[in-house]
């Protein structure tokens, strides 16, 4: 669930909480803009096909951006992460089917 969605739930449950300086003074910046998610296929030449949940944050300015990637659940990626992890340079020797 995007922090934005949890955010505006905690804000339901208890609308006191915005009384509190910390939170109520990072909820008026509000300094982040639209986050963006996508599905990212990538084809790694060794393991194969690696599907990725992308989450994209982007300030105001829109001079920066975090991009965060997690493998979609239900699909083999994960998996094929660790393999290449424990693998390292000999995975450049090998080739895995889809």
């Given at each position: 669930?995007?922090?934005?969605?949890r955010?505006?739930?905690l804000v339901?449950a208890?609308?006191?909480i915005?009384?509190?300086?910390l939170l109520?003074?990072?909820?008026?910046l509000h300094?982040?803009a639209?986050?963006?998610?996508?599905r990212?296929?990538?084809?790694?030449?060794?393991v194969?096909?690696?599907?990725f949940?992308?989450?994209?944050?982007?300030d105001?300015e829109?001079?920066?951006?975090?991009a965060?990637f997690?493998p979609?659940p239900?699909?083999?990626?994960?998996?094929?992460?660790a393999?290449?992890?424990?693998?390292g340079?000999l995975?450049?020797?090998?080739?895995f089917?889809?």
């Amino acid at each position: 669930m995007p922090l934005e969605s949890r955010l505006e739930e905690l804000v339901e449950a208890d609308p006191g909480i915005l009384g509190k300086p910390l939170l109520a003074a990072l909820w008026r910046l509000h300094s982040v803009a639209v986050m963006r998610s996508r599905r990212k296929p990538i084809r790694h030449p060794e393991v194969g096909l690696l599907e990725f949940d992308c989450q994209r944050l982007v300030d105001e300015e829109r001079t920066q951006i975090l991009a965060l990637f997690s493998p979609v659940p239900g699909t083999p990626t994960a998996g094929r992460l660790a393999l290449l992890a424990s693998l390292g340079p000999l995975a450049a020797q090998h080739s895995f089917p889809e």
